[in-house]
């Protein structure tokens, strides 16, 4: 899949605006400052939690991983959108949205302060 803007203004055109920055040769997709999703060599990936991460195994996704410098391979918490939501529309915008959903949860946990131990 090419990626330019375009192309991602397209796809996520259902599920609304969405803010696309450059990173390691890559983009990450923002929707109201949360990262919900990334492009990486022309394939989507989008946040999941366990339970997303689980339904979307079920239609045949994989999560994104690489190869580390050290030769250690690393898996993300993001998810190969897919291939029948490509085609449409609103399930890629339903999709999405879970995905958002996801990243804020992720983003509300990282900024709660670490409880002290007694």
Excluded at 6 to 27: K, T
Excluded at 31 to 49: R, S
Excluded at 93 to 115: E, G, N, S
Aim: no cysteine.
């Amino acid at each position: 899949m090419a990626v330019d803007r375009a192309h991602l203004d397209d796809l996520f055109a259902a599920f609304g605006p969405v803010a696309v920055r450059a990173m390691f040769g890559g983009h990450g997709i923002y929707a109201d400052g949360a990262m919900f999703a990334l492009e990486a060599g022309g394939v989507l990936y989008l946040k999941a939690d366990a339970a997303f991460a689980r339904e979307l195994e079920a239609r045949g996704s994989a999560p994104f991983g690489y190869v580390a410098s050290n030769g250690r391979r690393t898996v993300m918490s993001f998810w190969r959108l897919p291939e029948a939501a490509m085609d449409d529309p609103d399930d890629l915008a339903v999709l999405a949205r879970r995905a958002l959903a996801v990243a804020r949860a992720a983003a509300a946990k990282a900024r709660r302060p670490a409880r002290k131990r007694p």
